[in-house]
């Protein structure tokens, strides 16, 4: 299994489903959350069989994903010439951090997908956020990384791991940080499983950034914190909804300002295509989510 620090060098190279019980259900939801699925989930299959991967995820009622890194012998055009094949629509793209040296690239990759959402992977980890005056600096580059995204016509997020909601800096959490110092216009993509993974409660995570979070990395699995994290080996996920994780209540707390839910499974004991079989089996249940 390729981790995702070899998956980003190489790219910068070149059945159960759960009955959900009625009051589980959100009712009083304005606007639908969208449903999509994280490439990087399936990047072993699509090192092996580009095209046939990206044809079993059509099969399975896909209609959007998040692209990640390719391998490094396929281009983004490539990449969107075969996604258009099998009707699978871009909803975001996980990039690298926005600078003057890549933005022409990244905004021709964007073009390409029919994608206006640049979405900064953050991994690893970045030594700044140990302290207040680092997580400052890093703020500083985010506005510029959002500057350059708008000028042509982008919108740009931030995609957290464990040490957002683990490290505290100023007497604070890094992501109340964040929250309080960047500007509106840049929004959170909340990985649910990453801040549970941190300690903190998804849901109630969930409420408190409210508006700023416009899309969530919805996955399941046990949760729990190791060193192992830090070489990015995982213990194995689960389909959505088997894990540790409070799905119903995360659902519910999902403002309407949640545009997208964004499966994604980094490491899985079953096939990536049959965990994200379930997972959508299972999320297919609420009222609130929309497969279209």
């Known amino acids: 299994m390729t981790n995702r620090r070899e998956f980003i060098q190489l790219a910068s190279m070149g059945v159960f489903a759960s009955s959900v019980p009625d009051f589980f259900l959100r009712k009083d939801t304005k606007s639908a959350h969208r449903l999509a699925v994280q490439l990087y989930t399936f990047r072993d299959d699509i ?13 399975l009622g896909i209609k959007h994903v998040e692209t990640a890194f390719w391998p490094k ?63 400052r600096e890093l703020i500083k580059i985010y506005h510029e990384s959002n500057k350059l995204a708008q000028d042509n016509g982008l919108h740009f997020g931030l995609h957290n791991h464990w040490w957002e909601y683990r490290n505290i800096v100023g007497g604070k959490h890094v992501y109340e940080i964040l929250h309080q110092e960047l500007n509106d216009q840049i929004f959170f993509e909340t990985d649910i499983y990453w801040v549970k993974v941190a300690g903190q409660d998804p849901a109630s995570i969930l409420k408190k950034l409210n508006k700023r979070i416009r899309f969530i990395h919805i996955k399941d699995g046990p949760a729990v ?8 080996h ?49 999320l297919s249940k609420f009222k609130s989510i929309s497969l279209s």
């Open 73 to 135: 012998n396929i281009s983004a055009q490539t990449a969107a010439d075969a996604l258009k094949e099998y009707n699978l629509k871009v909803s975001s793209c996980h990039v690298d951090i926005p600078t003057k040296d890549n933005i022409a690239k990244l905004v021709k990759d964007a073009k390409a997908y029919n994608c206006d959402t640049l979405i900064w992977h953050g991994w690893p980890e970045d030594k700044r956020y140990s302290s207040l005056e680092g997580t």
């Open 47 to 59: 090192a092996k069989d580009f095209k046939g991967s990206l044809k079993r995820i059509a099969d």
């Open 225 to 232: 914190f190791s060193e192992k994290l830090i070489q990015d």
């Open 234 to 282: 995982p213990d194995p996920m689960s389909p959505i909804g088997q894990g540790a994780l409070d799905i119903p209540a995360i659902v519910n707390a999902c403002s309407d300002n949640v545009q997208w839910m964004v499966m994604e499974l980094d490491t899985t004991s079953i096939s990536p295509f049959e965990a994200i079989k379930q997972s959508k089996d299972y």
